[in-house]
């Protein structure tokens, strides 16, 4: 019998401190570029991608089904953590 789907959210916070502390356009546009490109790569992340679903992917946040095993999500996280702290 299948488990209940399974969510996580994937979600940049307190990000003022470190995108808007300049007044550098560039250095702005730049930081926020890569929060975006860290939420699509987690999309695309070919290791996780058997285990993802996107539901909605923001300029810092993306909200992913997680597969049908129980307790699925405290698999995937420590994998998605690992990969952006790298």
Known sequence: MPSEPEYLLVEAV???A???DTTQISVVRGSSYLLA?????I???PGLG???EALSI???SGL???GDHLNAADRVWPQIGGHLYV
Do not use: E, P, Q
Not at 37 to 41: E, L, P, S, V
């Open 14 to 16: 307190n990000i003022d």
């Open 58 to 60: 923001g300029g810092s």
């Open 37 to 41: 490109r860290a939420i699509r790569t």
């Open 50 to 52: 058997a285990g993802l």
């Open 18 to 20: 470190t995108v808007f």
């Open 64 to 66: 992913f089904r997680v």
């Open 43 to 45: 999309a695309r992340h």
